[in-house]
């Protein structure tokens, strides 16, 4: 097999089977979500609290681009209080 053939399986994976979980469990937390008339939440906050484990970085890029391309933005937040000792940097999925 070549590095190009190997490539071309990884991302036919990312972009199905591996990262499927994770879109299953955000999708459902969209709908909830925008059932009680919000539009954004953190998705890797969320994943977290349904003790889920955070998916590897090549995997979060995945199911970044998996949502973007269903219309759906994605933006990380830088932290709003460096001083503050709970505070951290945040990302919010929105439509």
Request: glycine residues 6%.
């Amino acid at each position: 097999m070549k590095a190009a053939e190997a490539r071309a399986i990884t991302d036919a994976s990312l972009r199905g089977p591996v990262i499927d979980r994770w879109v299953r469990a955000l999708a459902a937390n969209i709908r909830v979500t925008a059932e009680k008339g919000q539009h954004s939440f953190d998705p890797w906050q969320h994943l977290a609290s349904q003790r889920m484990p955070g998916p590897k970085p090549d995997e979060r890029d995945a199911i970044v681009q998996h949502f973007q391309a269903l219309g759906y933005k994605i933006t990380d937040h830088s932290d709003p209080d460096p001083g503050h000792p709970c505070s951290r940097p945040y990302t919010t999925l929105s439509w």
